[in-house]
């Protein structure tokens, strides 16, 4: 049985090794993850040609479903990044307030959190330290505080990605899995809160700034709960994070400090810069709660029958449909509906220059294309893991090993993952059926256990080696990473052991 755990444990190990020990990119790592469970799951747990055909196919589509959302939602954000209206939108934060740890708040999680809404992919820090290193921030700040604020946002973020992925990996829909999600993410987002204005200006300015956390805090965790429990968790982040930059609006005309000069915000021009999210929140809203609509975009769906398969040791997969995806309804056709209109509106405004269709779908094709190498592969993984029974054997290892104090070891397992993939999503893919698995072995809520794991992965991603370093060149720390590393790995573990108190009081009590 021991043996069984730990080679069931290798494909794993071997992504972190590889990622962590040598560097290795996510696509790299992943590939050679999968080529591990490939020869253990035939050599050591006995599948067959058959249960592997019909791996690889259910993975096909698990793959399809997961990517079609990460890459529309990319291709958004470029639409409106090629525009100009995420830098617009940068721009006009700063004339509110010279207040630091009140810009801290505002643009260093407030908007970081929004950005990470309708983008993701490292987005809010690339975007937001050479804005703050440009209002006198140091690089080291620059860098921390937007990689932080953006934390609590990820699971949520980028259109839902990450969730999506967990709904994908386990046949569990969103009325199970968001609400415990969107609660331990929003309760982790005043910690976010307190940390950030930490980061900004130390202990002197949580104290003073307390009322504004703690407003911006229940405002955007609230929005973010009430959006992910209503449907909505496709843009419940992104909704969390506009509920803060419209709040913060007037905090900062409260916490001033010595105003800046400067031109004043152009606000029509605002207003077209977050047209084209407009519409994204208006497509979700009437195809979320317009019956005929939905069922009109509905029609057209995959939808393949799996026989039952088993292994040579008889660990069994029963027959059954695979992921159900409707493919003009699903989260990746809104985005791209989205993206339509707001190309639309941005170059009837006349923000694009010659080209801009060209570089939109190049940068979106640059960008996502390792990732999605990398999240295949490890899709591909997992599911032959647990085909084969290894998943199963980890579980039970698990449990047994474990015990009562799953619940405080649940979100590291989450946070691990991300770490060692730099993504929620892979992480996600790689452990939410070891999770949702060991906490049906030992009896405990699989809605709690798989938020610690959704919450654990938000907040353990920001901190993997691959996001330390794109942080730190675009904020001036290149070369001084380990200075980064040190003070993020201080917040994110705090993050991550609240997350571990949640889980436990919520299963325990």
């Known amino acids: 049985?021991?043996?069984?755990?730990?080679?069931?444990?290798?494909?794993?190990?071997?992504?972190?090794?590889?990622?962590?020990?040598?560097?290795?990119?996510?696509?790299?790592?992943?590939?050679?993850?999968?080529?591990?469970?490939l020869a253990i799951a035939v050599a050591r747990f006995g599948a067959g040609a058959q249960?592997?055909?019909?791996?690889?196919?259910?993975?096909?589509?698990?793959?399809?479903?997961?990517?079609?959302?990460?890459?529309?939602?990319?291709?958004?954000?470029?639409?409106?990044?090629?525009?100009?209206?995420?830098?617009?939108?940068?721009?006009?934060?700063?004339?509110?307030?010279?207040?630091?740890?009140?810009?801290?708040?505002?643009?260093?999680?407030?908007?970081?959190?929004?950005?990470?809404?309708?983008?993701?992919?490292?987005?809010p820090v690339a975007v937001i330290a050479p804005l703050m290193v440009g209002l006198e921030f140091t690089p080291l700040s620059a860098v921390v505080i937007p990689s932080i604020g953006h934390s609590w946002a990820v699971t949520f973020g980028s259109l839902g990605s990450s969730f999506n992925a967990m709904m994908a990996a386990t046949g569990l829909d969103w009325p199970v899995l968001a609400p415990y999600s969107a609660l331990f993410l929003g309760l982790s987002g005043l910690a976010v809160g307190l940390m950030v204005a930490h980061a900004a200006a130390g202990f002197a300015a949580v104290r003073r700034l307390i009322w504004?956390?703690?407003?911006?805090?229940?405002?955007?965790?609230?929005?973010?709960?009430?959006a992910a429990s209503l449907g909505l968790w496709n843009i419940a982040s992104f909704l969390g994070g506009l509920a803060g930059l419209l709040v913060s609006y007037p905090l900062a005309r409260r916490y001033r400090g010595e105003q800046r000069d400067g031109a004043q915000v152009d606000g029509r021009r605002l207003l077209v810069a977050l047209s084209g999210y407009a519409v994204l929140v208006m497509l979700?809203?009437?195809?979320?709660?317009?019956?005929?609509?939905?069922?009109?975009?509905?029609?057209?769906?995959?939808?393949?029958?799996?026989?039952?398969?088993?292994?040579?040791?008889?660990?069994?997969?029963?027959?059954?449909?695979?992921?159900?995806?409707?493919?003009?309804?699903?989260?990746?056709?809104?985005?791209?509906?989205?993206?339509?209109?707001?190309?639309?509106?941005y170059a009837r405004a006349g923000w694009y220059r010659p080209g801009a269709a060209r570089r939109i779908l190049e940068g979106t094709v640059r960008r996502v294309m390792s990732s999605s190498v990398g999240i295949a592969s490890m899709v591909a993984m997992a599911v032959v893991m647990q085909h084969a029974g290894m998943t199963e054997t980890l579980a039970r290892g698990l449990a047994e090993g474990v015990g009562a104090a799953f619940p405080l070891v649940a979100p590291w397992i989450g946070a691990l993952g991300a770490f060692m993939t730099g993504s929620n999503t892979n992480s996600n893919v790689v452990f939410s059926?070891?999770?949702?698995?060991?906490?049906?072995?030992?009896?405990?809520?699989?809605?709690?256990?798989?938020?610690?794991?959704?919450?654990?992965?938000?907040?353990?991603?920001?901190?993997?080696?691959?996001?330390?370093?794109v942080g730190a060149s675009t904020g001036?720390?290149?070369?001084?990473?380990?200075?980064?590393?040190?003070?993020?790995?201080?917040?994110?573990?705090?993050?991550?052991?609240?997350?571990?108190?949640?889980a436990a009081l919520a299963i325990w009590l």
């Open 1 to 37: 049985m021991m043996l069984d755990v730990i080679l069931a444990f290798v494909p794993i190990l071997v992504i972190l090794v590889l990622m962590v020990g040598y560097r290795w990119g996510a696509s790299r790592a992943g590939a050679a993850g999968y080529l591990a469970a």
């Open 51 to 123: 249960l592997l055909a019909v791996a690889h196919v259910k993975a096909l589509l698990l793959t399809f479903d997961v990517l079609f959302v990460i890459w529309m939602a990319f291709l958004l954000f470029r639409v409106a990044d090629e525009a100009g209206a995420i830098t617009l939108i940068g721009q006009a934060l700063p004339h509110l307030t010279a207040d630091k740890g009140m810009l801290a708040l505002m643009i260093g999680w407030a908007f970081a959190s929004f950005l990470q809404g309708v983008g993701g992919f490292g987005v």
């Open 212 to 226: 504004p956390i703690l407003i911006l805090g229940v405002v955007m965790g609230g929005v973010l709960y009430l």
């Open 284 to 345: 979700i809203l009437l195809i979320q709660l317009t019956p005929a609509v939905r069922a009109a975009l509905g029609v057209v769906r995959i939808n393949l029958e799996f026989p039952a398969v088993q292994t040579a040791r008889g660990y069994a997969t029963p027959a059954g449909s695979g992921r159900v995806i409707p493919l003009f309804r699903h989260a990746g056709a809104i985005l791209l509906y989205a993206s339509l209109v707001a190309y639309f509106i």
């Open 433 to 469: 059926m070891l999770q949702l698995r060991t906490a049906e072995l030992l009896g405990y809520s699989i809605a709690i256990i798989m938020a610690a794991q959704n919450a654990g992965a938000a907040l353990g991603s920001v901190v993997a080696p691959t996001k330390i370093v």
């Open 476 to 502: 001036g720390m290149a070369g001084r990473e380990g200075d980064v590393m040190r003070q993020m790995l201080v917040y994110t573990g705090l993050l991550v052991l609240l997350v571990s108190a949640m």
